[in-house]
């Protein structure tokens, strides 16, 4: 996957769309699976932004039930079918479980029920998957069981716990990358740092485009027949360019997620009450209470998510002490045996997610919105213009799929369109089990790539061992995965930081090997790197 803006303003387009998330990433797949000649731009790096805000839970929408909306549940478990077989490497089943109370609707005998209509709606769910990440059915447990699991939980009422199982995304940035990868392998093309600046209608009925390469600042034109915005909280961004703003400026909420070093709870995500009443609107059986999420991850735990209504500018989105601070008392007062401090917070995920309303201060009675939205523009004389309005990351194919179901009602992609296959060389492996074992399991298909990248190393092979990155990675990734900047490698290509930031020493040498390959200066280095450390801002780092 090659950045060449030059080639991209070259071709004449079927469809561009603006916006390297999660739900731009599926519909270019999506796109170029059924033919059309497509491009995705990012202004930034792809999935840098609130895709990169997230549990990692590919959910089934049991939650969903409450609302009694079993179509919003088959579409996310279609949906999240379709990332399990994509990224088969990227996956393992997850085992999540809730404590029941009483004999209401926080009760064992209603969660028996909701697990039963669960696995009935979701019957499918792993008819076409490996075995080793098809999903077992719900089931509750007795109260002695639920305290072994959660020690310390609150007793009072307790009856038992329900489990269930979702899907755990170990990486979900490389998720995306995953599908970017798989739509170019089918003639997409792809440009990051590439900002759609102006947008205007030729007279052969086709957009020209102004696309501005965020390092050289030059201005490349790309010619389109349509146009899909999905840019996230970005979204509006359009509305200007076009010069027709709308008349009722989005609400936005933000939601932050925080990662603690230490492992919580072993093998399941446990889901706890909060404290504070909650209402959720459009529940037609309401709980009254919002849930947190522990979820354990690479030894640590993730938990969220707590939200708060913003007006920020989400390209000056910024986490204060006192956010986390805050955060950190509401878990301890929801789970004391965590007993947990500011300082055992290694990272943060933010992002901003759309919201109708927020009826007083207070996270927990913000109202944010249910179901993702296609907008399309032809009532403002802009037509063949979309605009995506995504709420959630597990779903995105499914919008994908009813876009492009749109579409060809309007226009029929050109069946002499090249769909390649994977050009991957299997002829190579790294003799070391044990990094063959890495690769494959960071990068799926893409492994023996990156291991011709090896070919010729004689002895030291790794940037560090211990973080079990290797010099190969960095190459390949600059080559191959559009890799343009030190953030991009640590943060959105190998986690290497998204558990918590990599020693100094770690980025010296990343940076150094990025420069040489690069052509950066000494005080480019050093940018670089402050960069990626800032991005832990307000955190107390290890010294």
Known sequence: MKRDLKKLASETLDILVIGGGAHGAAIAYHAAMAGYKIAIIDKKDFCSATSANSLKILHGGLRYLQHLNIKRMRHSIMARKEMMRLAPHLVLPLSCIMPAYGHGLRGKKIMQAALFLNDCISWDRNIGLPADIQLPPGFTVSKQICQELIPGIKTENLHGASIWHDTLAVDTERLIMTYLLAAERLGALAANYAEATGINMDGDGLYSVSIKDTFTQQVHIVK????????????????????SPDSTPQKWAMALNVIIRKRIFEKHAVALEGNNTYEDKDAIIKRRKRLYFFVPWRGYTMIGTDYQASTANPDCLQIKREDIQNMIEDINTIYPPAQLSYEDVSFYHAGLLPMTQSREAGSDNIQLEKNSQIYEHDKKGFKGIFSIKGVKYTTAPHIASELIHLLQKRFSPAKTVEKKQPVLDNHWQPANHEIS????????PQAARVAHYMQGEQSDVWVDKTAGFLKAEVDYLIQEEMACTLSDIVLRRT?????ECPSRKILEKIAAMMAAILDWNEERKKKEIEDVIRRYSPLILPV
Request: hydrophobic share 40%.
């Open 437 to 444: 074992k890495l690769l494959k399991g960071k990068y799926g």
């Open 224 to 243: 389109t027949k349509f146009i899909v915005n999905a840019a996230g909280p970005w979204i509006e961004n359009l509305s200007s360019v076009l010069k």
């Open 495 to 499: 986690g290497l930081g998204t558990a």
